[in-house]
């Protein structure tokens, strides 16, 4: 069972990640899904089929044995109280459960493909003022991530990653508070994120205590 727990866990919030390493078959017995929840697993494409039971596996150890809806904007949400995120990356399955409003991402440490996209993500005057070239990749992956969180925290609103989502100078220390911002043409709110290596991943999550 490639169960990785407790990447974080509060009094709010909960982060799991499920490594599926398993078979499909394996990852069956061990769910024991329902026949409505077996019938969605078949349509879906091998890829997607094993992100699903990964989370399967997730919520089950989560102790929810909840269904998953999805809003217009293909924003997850719980028929319960506490908010939820989804993230995959490989094999890899997250989901992040909170009583606040939350964002998570998991990214592969892949540096090519980080420096390739930069100039879609780090704002010229801002960020990549301050990011140390030492650890730029680093920096790189940790910043798309909280940026992937305040998209997802926005509810998926196609805003533009440069001009409407900002991150605060940080230190790379895993799990220290990182501050960053959504602002638009009349405002601007602050939100609070957070990263951890898990194996060869960077996974972040960002809260809205408001």
């Given at each position: 069972?490639?169960?990785?727990?407790?990447?974080?866990?509060?009094?709010?919030?909960?982060?799991?990640?499920?490594?599926?390493?398993?078979?499909?078959?394996?990852?069956?017995?061990?769910?024991?899904?329902?026949?409505?929840?077996?019938?969605?697993?078949?349509?879906?494409?091998?890829?997607?089929?094993?992100?699903?039971?990964?989370?399967?596996?997730?919520?089950?150890?989560?102790?929810?044995?909840?269904?998953?809806?999805?809003?217009?904007?293909?924003?997850?949400?719980?028929?319960?109280?506490?908010?939820?995120?989804?993230?995959?990356?490989?094999?890899?399955v997250c989901?992040?459960?909170?009583?606040?409003?939350?964002?998570?991402?998991?990214?592969k440490?892949?540096?090519?493909?980080?420096?390739?996209?930069?100039?879609?993500?780090?704002r010229?005057?801002?960020?990549?003022?301050?990011?140390?070239?030492?650890?730029?990749?680093?920096?790189?992956?940790?910043?798309?991530?909280?940026?992937?969180?305040?998209?997802?925290?926005?509810?998926?609103?196609?805003?533009?990653?440069?001009?409407?989502?900002?991150?605060?100078?940080?230190?790379?220390?895993?799990k220290?508070?990182?501050?960053?911002?959504?602002?638009?043409?009349?405002?601007?709110?602050?939100?609070?994120?957070?990263?951890?290596?898990?194996?060869?991943?960077?996974?972040?999550?960002?809260?809205?205590?408001?």
């Open positions: 069972m490639p169960l990785i727990d407790s990447l974080h866990k509060d009094n709010f919030t909960r982060i799991i990640c499920w490594k599926t390493e398993e078979s499909d078959e394996e990852l069956l017995d061990f769910l024991q899904l329902s026949p409505y929840r077996i019938m969605k697993y078949l349509t879906l494409t091998p890829k997607q089929a094993k992100e699903y039971l990964g989370l399967r596996a997730c919520l089950k150890v989560l102790n929810l044995d909840l269904e998953i809806y999805y809003d217009s904007k293909g924003k997850p949400y719980l028929p319960a109280t506490n908010q939820i995120s989804i993230t995959h990356s490989y094999n890899m989901v992040g459960l909170s009583e606040f409003n939350i964002g998570i991402d998991i990214e440490n892949r540096p090519s493909k980080i420096f390739n996209i930069k100039e879609k993500f780090i010229e005057q801002d960020e990549a003022i301050w990011i140390p070239k030492e650890n730029e990749s680093e920096y790189l992956h940790v910043i798309w991530g909280i940026k992937e969180g305040l998209y997802k925290l926005n509810g998926g609103n196609i805003w533009n990653f440069l001009h409407h989502y900002r991150v605060e100078p940080f230190e790379l220390v895993e220290a508070t990182i501050k960053c911002w959504i602002s638009d043409e009349t405002q601007s709110r602050k939100y609070f994120a957070h990263y951890t290596k898990v194996e060869d991943y960077f996974l972040v999550w960002v809260l809205d205590y408001e």
